[in-house]
């Protein structure tokens, strides 16, 4: 007899996607359990002998486990496949990555630097959830010159969508040619947060790259190539 478990870490651990994101595909339908649809959260299912499709697709548990990070650069999407037919993230690792990997969150298609890609999707789960508070850092340069009653206001947190973000760590490294360079820290990840926040104090964002996530650098990791963790930086969001 398998393993049982709930549906959602079955297609975690095929390595599709998040516990998180599998929860949505099963509310959307696209799950199935030996042919039977299923939408309902919490079903459970034994590995190796129940048959779980997504969107018609045979779903195997990956037996080894993919831990990357990759230096995106601007004009990817952080997505398996896109519907306009853009380039994605997976066309720089499929070459060399042959096992299914899936992004860890998201950078927009204009913003560059660091994203971490796996199969293990419990431990995608404790990067990208808000409770364990993973730090990203950024660097953005922005339009017009960051006075420092906007500075604090992004410290203390501004108001994007209608809700307050959390403080962030924010400095002001150069500003030239009426353009400031900042490094920004934050622990959330909502939509497009770092340029939201500062369009909210009037400094739209030129240019923008992530530096870091966790413990994991960015470094000199070349754009558009990857490496793998090491086992210090996967073990540092296991131990979260």
């Given at each position: ?50 048959k ?5 697709n ?5 037996s ?9 650069p ?76 906007s ?16 403080p ?34 009037g ?38």
């Amino acid at each position: 007899m398998g393993e049982i478990v709930r549906l959602q870490k079955y297609i975690a651990m095929s390595g599709v996607a998040s516990r998180r994101a599998a929860e949505q595909m099963i509310a959307e339908g696209r799950v199935s359990v030996n042919g039977k649809k299923v939408t309902e959260q919490g079903v459970k299912v034994e590995v190796g002998n129940d048959k779980v499709e997504l969107d018609g697709n045979l779903l195997k548990v990956s037996s080894k486990k993919i831990y990357i990070a990759l230096n995106k650069p601007a004009g990817y999407v952080t997505t398996v496949n896109d519907q306009f037919g853009r380039p994605t993230v997976m066309d720089l690792v499929s070459k060399e990555i042959h096992e299914r990997v899936f992004p860890v969150g998201r950078l927009d298609y204009e913003t560059e630097g660091l994203i971490l890609m796996t199969n293990d999707g419990d431990w995608a789960n404790k990067v990208t959830h808000p409770r364990f508070e993973s730090s990203k850092r950024y660097y953005a340069v922005l339009k017009g010159v960051l006075t420092i009653a906007s500075l604090n206001k992004i410290r203390r947190g501004v108001y994007i969508d209608g809700k307050k973000t959390s403080p962030a760590q924010c400095e002001i490294m150069e500003i030239e040619s009426g353009m400031t360079l900042v490094e920004i820290v934050i622990h959330e990840g909502r939509n497009r947060q770092v340029r939201k926040m500062f369009e909210a104090v009037g400094n739209p964002v030129k240019a923008l790259r992530r530096v870091s996530i966790g413990n994991v650098e960015l470094g000199n990791l070349p754009e558009g190539r990857w490496r793998y963790l090491t086992s210090g930086e996967i073990g540092y969001f296991m131990n979260k």
